[in-house]
């Protein structure tokens, strides 16, 4: 037996695992699918791919009253001891190749929907801020969308947040400035990182001189890579109070706060 189709057999076992992380790690969190290494991606997948072939050998076995041939699929991954034998190793794929293709089909489709499903029940119950354990790398995704406050030890809740509102201090060659506004969305980079704020009602501020408060109009678009400090402040609107330009005005007490000196998150009180 070659090593070349060994290979091939084995990334063929494989693959319900990667299909499965793939849709698990999808939308917001699809990044997190292609950042580990090979091997990283090799183990993450192994697990997954057991518990799917253990799954579908039991259906193909009370459905299709068919079992595998543990001898013959030993011959097709370790090889033969003799011609023969791995002649008769591809005779049986020649002969049930229909069947195998059905079966890794119906497997891979099981991925998708166990995937995508596995995620839905994670993030419908809320496993992931509640358990370290089942939280995704995308820890930004957490921050701008306030389900931070959801986390152990965090104050507030994320149910109990209307708008977020966010200090940059940004580096300039006039001096140092804050912009302040209401964060509308964000993009991530390639890496994960924070790529984009997209902010409203910004009101831009020196940090050193007197010079009045600017108030800038429409959309604020800032690059990360120019803040080197960042602020989040999760607010919640008074009952009958749908003023948010007072509100921000006034910079009334936020239900928690969240400061990222480019370095690192933790909790901050204004």
Not at 78 to 92: H, I, T, Y
Not at 147 to 168: N, T
Request: positive net charge; aromatic residues 16%.
């Amino acid at each position: 037996m070659s090593i070349p189709f060994s290979t091939i057999l084995i990334f063929i076992l494989l693959l319900p695992g990667a299909v499965f992380s793939r849709f698990y790690y999808s939308g917001e969190f699809s990044k997190q699918y292609f950042k580990p290494t090979a091997y990283e991606l090799f183990v993450a997948t192994l697990m997954p791919s057991l518990l799917l072939h253990l799954c579908g050998l039991q259906v193909m076995r009370y459905s299709w009253q068919y079992t595998l041939d543990w001898q013959m699929f030993g011959l097709l991954l370790a090889g033969g001891n003799s011609r023969a034998e791995v002649f008769e190793a591809f005779g049986v794929l020649n002969n049930y190749g229909d069947r195998i293709l059905a079966y890794n089909l119906c497997l891979w489709g099981f991925a998708i929907v166990a995937g995508l499903g596995s995620k839905f029940v994670v993030r419908k119950s809320k496993l992931d801020r509640k358990y370290p354990l089942f939280r995704f790398q995308n820890e930004w995704y957490y921050i701008v969308t306030g389900e931070i406050l959801d986390f152990p030890r965090m104050p507030g809740e994320a149910k109990d947040k209307d708008f977020i509102l966010v200090d940059a201090m940004v580096s300039s060659p006039e001096g140092t400035i804050i912009y302040t506004g209401i964060l509308n969305d964000y993009r991530l980079s390639k890496t994960g990182g924070l790529d984009l704020l997209y902010m409203s009602k910004v009101t831009r501020r020196f940090l050193q001189g007197r010079r009045q408060p600017f108030e800038l109009k429409g959309i604020l678009v800032l690059p990360y890579s120019t803040v080197f400090n960042l602020h989040f402040s999760y607010y919640k609107i008074p009952l009958g109070d749908i003023e948010i330009d007072k509100m921000v005005a006034q910079a009334e007490q936020p239900i928690a706060t969240e400061s990222n000196p480019k370095t690192s998150a933790a909790a901050d009180t204004p």
